[in-house]
T-cell receptor, first 114, second 112 residues
Framework: GAVVSQHPSRVICKSGTSVKIECRSL??????MFWYRQFPKQSLMLMAT?????????EQGVEKDKFLINHASLTLSTLTVTSAHPEDSSFYIC??????????FGPGTRLTVT | AQTVTQSQPEMSVQEAETVTLSCTYD???????LFWYKQPPSRQMILVIR??????QNATENRFSVNFQKAAKSFSLKISDSQLGDTAMYFC?????????FGAGTRLTVKP
């Protein structure tokens, strides 16, 4: 149980375009979803927290107009990287929680901006 | 501020031996959870073990156990009988109600 999927697993896009990453909780209802960014050989950095039906809360230094997060249902959250640039290339990981303390992680999405 | 510190960027251990990864954290909260996650080259985060702060008994999961010292805010992970498949990045995580904060990670290599 507690499976979280992400789509796509890898994406390459051109500079200036937008890309959407989906995060789904497959077998539970996720009241809260989290988006992390991970650079090579570094730890996970929390970007934002989203609760179903409300606006996401962004961490300090994360541009909310660039990283649009939508949590429209209890099983789906999306992260849209708008006007992507090469410095946005990274590994993006989502996680989901149905309550309590534990988060269940998706397999991640590798974004490359050329 | 709540921070998690892993002071060992890299460690290695011989197969079948025991290794301990250290983690300290800073918090003023009384109720929280602590986790150790394994991240293999696939980069999928895999839960290794969890500890509830209100429980004094140290958590164990097969070859994995923790030494939780609440007063010292220390949460080390012991891996017994190390296996080649244990080679990975290990992240310590602190979770109060609300979110989860990760340490910088320890890269563990198990040598044959």
């Amino acid at each position: 149980g507690a499976v979280v999927s992400q789509h796509p697993s890898r994406v390459i896009c051109k500079s200036g375009t937008s890309v959407k990453i989906e995060c789904r909780s497959l077998d539970f209802q996720a009241t809260t979803m989290f988006w992390y960014r991970q650079f090579p050989k570094q730890s996970l950095m929390l970007m934002a927290t989203s609760n179903e039906g409300s606006k996401a809360t962004y961490e300090q230094g994360v541009e909310k107009d660039k990283f649009l997060i939508n949590h429209a249902s209890l099983t789906l959250s999306t992260l849209t990287v708008t006007s992507a640039h090469p410095e946005d290339s990274s590994f993006y990981i989502c996680s989901a929680r149905s309550g309590g303390y534990e988060q269940y992680f998706g397999p991640g999405t590798r974004l490359t901006v050329t | 501020a709540q921070t998690v510190t892993q002071s060992q960027p890299e460690m290695s251990v011989q197969e079948a031996e025991t290794v301990t990864l250290s983690c300290t954290y800073d918090t003023s909260e009384n109720n929280y959870y602590l986790f150790w996650y394994k991240q293999p080259p696939s980069r999928q985060m895999i839960l290794v073990i969890r500890q509830e702060a209100y429980k004094q008994q140290n958590a164990t999961e097969n070859r994995f156990s923790v030494n939780f010292q609440k007063a010292a805010k220390s949460f080390s992970l012991k891996i017994s009988d190390s296996q080649l498949g244990d080679t990975a990045m290990y992240f310590c995580a602190y979770a109060p109600v609300g979110d989860m904060r990760f340490g910088a990670g320890t890269r563990l290599t198990v040598k044959p």
